[in-house]
């Protein structure tokens, strides 16, 4: 897949969710510096009608605590790129 690089952060949230298999609040912010990721994961959704399924993924902090948190990864990439190319058109 070769895509140019994404010039809003909407369309980078998505180019990451092409990109890779899955994304995580953390892996965004150490890649991106997108903060409120779960914002525009939102706007995906909704004003694009794009199918984003979330896995809630158990983990044990280093302190022994349990914690869960989101992944998100899209079930049609396909459809995804086209939106991705759509935008990138429209900027």
């Not at 890649?31 to 983990?59: C, F, P, Q, W």
Request: glycine share 4%; hydrophobic share 35%.
């Amino acid at each position: 897949m070769n895509l140019k690089s994404p010039l809003t952060q909407l369309q980078e949230v998505l180019y990451e969710l092409l990109k890779n298999e899955s994304i995580t609040v953390r892996q965004m912010i150490f890649d991106t510096g997108i903060l409120n990721i779960k914002a525009r994961i939102s706007d995906l959704r909704l004003k694009y009608n794009l199918e984003i399924e979330t896995e809630m993924v158990k983990h044990e902090n280093k302190y022994g605590r349990k914690c869960v948190f989101g992944q998100w990864k899209l079930t049609n990439k396909k459809t995804a790129c086209e939106l991705y190319l759509k935008l990138q058109k429209n900027d």
